[in-house]
């Protein structure tokens, strides 16, 4: 269990863009070290998300250790320059946007939850505050359309729920075991996806928590909400030291009995056909589509609560081979341990793989008794 990991690691600094209102004299990352007495050390790096996905992050992480060492960073150099990203929008300075171009955006398989949507059903009053924030002046509301949206499905997600936050390592061999499951396990008209061990993964822990959530005999849709990174999937591809956070978020959608029985191959299969619809062209076509937006804020992209997982993965960004001290090091002074500090929120799964062996840990946080459910689960352990 992680859900009481000391805090007081953790820089206490507020940062700016935590919402929309709260921006002037806060900064935009959080620094704090901490010593021990054993002679170990912890560094808390905090960022603001909408100025910094994990990649920026790790590439910091890597150049500042790289820097203490007075050698190369091991990951590509940061570069700054937004306009890069901009680029790829296409012509935005027309009165309207490219309408074939919006009809590839709105195709993908993205929610367009209105967060400005105060009549939705259970729409909290804590959200007012930020949700006006993000809103023009009234007579630009007055003036511009809105693009089609849909309300927030606020009742499935109680707040006031306790939530317990675990970290669990699945081994590189059962991981593998996994994919194999998966590709035996495919149907059809799945055959030709390419399995990934994160695809596999993935699906592993969305029928555990569906499962756990009581979704065994419910028809209704349960989501898988997949935060995609975009700098490969743009061409030309952006720099992988590109700074920023140029994220988007796609669903999976499946019945709750089938999201929890599987089989794993029918889920990895529509997980890796989903993600395949996000070429380069789509990406741009959903830029574009971005930058007409009133406010693109006003656009939820996943959620949480008892219908919806949300999955960040932290893959490939050699978290774990951050190294700080001198490059002569006989033993480099390597992390031991790596934590993404997320919120303690319903169904919010961040992935990691530990260092080069194959090994992943899942940083979970589920409502309280779902999770006792989950952990009790004999199918966690199904591969091992």
């Known amino acids: 269990m992680a859900t009481d990991l000391p805090c007081e690691l953790q820089a206490a600094s507020k940062l700016a863009f935590s919402n929309l209102a709260d921006i002037e004299g806060l900064p935009g990352i959080a ?9 170990g050390w912890s560094v808390h790096i905090k960022l603001a998300h909408c100025l910094s996905d994990a990649q920026s992050l790790l590439t910091f992480m890597h ?28 012509t935005v300075n027309l009165e309207q946007p490219d309408p074939e171009m919006v009809a590839k955006a709105r195709g993908l398989p993205m929610h367009r939850f209105d967060w400005w949507a105060t009549d939705a059903h259970g729409y909290p009053d804590w959200a007012l505050a930020s949700s006006a924030a993000t809103m023009p002046v009234s007579d630009v509301l007055e ?28 081994s590189a ?40 959530r009581g979704h065994l005999s ?39 009995v089938d999201a929890s029985t599987g089989p794993i191959g029918q889920i990895a299969g529509e997980i890796r056909s989903t993600l395949a619809q996000f070429t380069p062209e789509s990406v741009s076509a959903y830029i574009h589509d971005a930058a007409y937006e009133v406010s693109p804020q006003r656009l939820w992209q996943a959620f949480l609560g008892s219908q919806h997982t949300l999955v960040t993965s932290w893959t490939q960004m050699k978290a774990y081979e ?27 799964v961040q992935v990691m793989d530990l260092g080069d062996g194959g090994d992943f840990d899942i940083s979970l946080s589920l409502e309280k008794n779902a999770m006792f459910r989950l952990l009790k689960d004999p199918q966690l352990r199904a591969f091992a």
């Open 63 to 90: 150049a500042w250790a790289a820097q203490s060492r007075k050698s190369e960073s091991i990951l590509s150099h940061p570069v700054f320059d937004p306009k890069m990203l901009d680029r790829h929008a296409g």
């Open 143 to 170: 003036t511009q359309p809105l693009s089609p949206s849909t309300f927030p499905p606020w009742p499935t997600w109680d707040t006031a729920l306790p939530v317990e936050h675990v970290q669990i390592t699945f």
């Open 322 to 348: 951050v190294h700080f001290g001198s490059s002569t090091d006989a033993t480099p002074q390597l992390a031991r341990y790596v934590q993404g500090v997320m919120p303690r929120m319903d169904g919010l």
């Open 218 to 256: 419910r028809e209704d849709n349960v989501y898988l909400d997949i935060t995609l990174g975009l700098r490969s999937r743009l061409s030309p591809p952006l720099a992988s030291g590109f700074v920023g956070s140029p994220l988007l978020l796609a669903y999976i959608a499946k019945s709750g």
């Open 31 to 39: 620094v704090q070290l901490t010593a021990f007495k054993c002679g």
């Open 173 to 212: 061999a059962e991981v593998g075991r996994m994919r194999d499951a998966a590709r035996v396990t495919l149907p059809p008209q799945l055959s030709e996806q390419r399995i990934s061990r994160l695809d596999s993964l993935l699906s592993h822990i969305w029928m555990l928590i569906n499962r756990a």
